[in-house]
């Protein structure tokens, strides 16, 4: 059975004007729309795993069983890749801060935590025209750049630090997510490639329709299928990308339904791997009205609830045999 997910991201306060709301005043708006489940957004404002005590933790369990809702994930932001400077190590402070998060999904009885290999904000990515990979961000032009060495480094840096916050996963009985999301794992074969380089039961995948490289229906059918034992987590976004260099992000986040993906394609094909995990709705980047005002967080309110009711419908027909 397909299930839908809030993602809490969306009340962040980060990408609305206004205040940011709580995470128990985003499962208390999830379960009024109807949701299934919730996302916990675990850094601040939202729910930073260490402003989250043990006594809180026993109440949002509670409050969800009140609500009637799940913990679908812990969609954790991390980068793993190496730090600028030998005496800042970043993936160190990425496994501990992984760690939190495993132990508040254990303590909320989440079984998963989305991770990413690496993070740059986006797609636009600062260095694209310093090498021939992304990674050559990095290092500028180089001979290591030239020869591809420093994405080898990187990738095998990256590699150790999830395996060792897949061993603490496996102590905890969580799971983790590596969501298809650039850079680094820039597409689903490398993070398919990186999952099962490092080989652990608790390291799964995220697999995101948006960061397809095509929408092909073929593709996504073969993609989805390629990733029947692996899928165990997505999200649901919709994206319309934008011509010109006018916006800093390249694209605009608008209701699935109205962007370029192919959700009937993707849902099909999900339904029919069998898929059980969830697909999580999240509102992840600014959303500028006609006008150019910034929407407030009733605007985000209005997409969570008539995404659901598409989404909804959509899972009906293709549980009905109608798609």
């Not at 729309?33 to 026993?58: I, L």
């Not at 730090?83 to 800042?88: F, K, Q």
């Not at 990738?155 to 969501?179: H, P, S």
């Not at 999580?280 to 005002?293: D, T, V, Y």
Request: charged share 25%; glycine share 8%; proline share 4%.
């Amino acid at each position: 059975m397909l299930k839908v997910s809030l993602d809490t991201v969306g009340y962040a306060g980060y990408f609305y004007e206004g205040e940011p709301l709580s995470l128990e005043e985003g499962m208390r708006r999830a379960a009024k729309f109807g949701f299934d489940a919730v996302d916990v957004w675990p850094h601040r404002p939202v729910a930073f795993p260490m402003d989250v005590s043990k006594d809180r933790r026993k109440k949002l369990v509670e409050l969800a069983k009140e609500l009637g809702l799940e913990f679908a994930a812990i969609e954790a932001c991390t980068d793993f890749r190496r730090s600028d400077h030998i005496l800042t190590p970043r993936q160190e402070k990425e496994i501990l801060f992984v760690k939190e998060c495993i132990e508040l999904a254990r303590d909320l009885g989440c079984p998963i935590v989305r991770i990413l290999a690496g993070f740059v904000g986006y797609f636009w990515q600062v260095g694209w025209n310093l090498g021939y990979s992304n990674t050559a961000m990095w290092n500028a032009r180089s001979i290591e750049v030239s020869k591809e060495e420093d994405f080898l480094i990187e990738w095998e840096f990256a590699k150790n630090g999830i395996r060792e916050c897949a061993g603490i996963a496996a102590d905890y009985g969580v799971t983790l997510a590596l969501q298809n999301h650039p850079p680094l794992t820039n597409n689903t074969e490398e993070t398919i490639a990186m999952i099962e380089e490092i080989n652990h039961p608790n390291l799964k995948l995220g697999l995101d329709l948006p960061l397809f490289e095509s929408q092909d229906p073929e593709f996504i059918w073969k993609t989805v299928k390629q990733c029947k034992d692996l899928m165990v987590h997505s999200h649901l976004i919709g994206l319309k990308y934008l011509g010109g260099m006018n916006n800093m992000y390249g694209f605009m986040e608008v209701p699935p339904w109205e962007g370029q993906e192919n959700w009937i394609e993707f849902f099909k094909a999900c339904n029919a791997i069998g898929y059980e995990g969830y697909f999580a709705h999240e509102q992840c980047s600014p959303i500028i009205l006609k006008g150019h005002k910034k929407a407030t967080v009733e605007e985000v309110d209005r997409r969570y609830q008539e995404t659901l009711t598409w989404v909804k419908k959509v899972f009906a027909d293709i549980e009905a045999g109608k798609l």
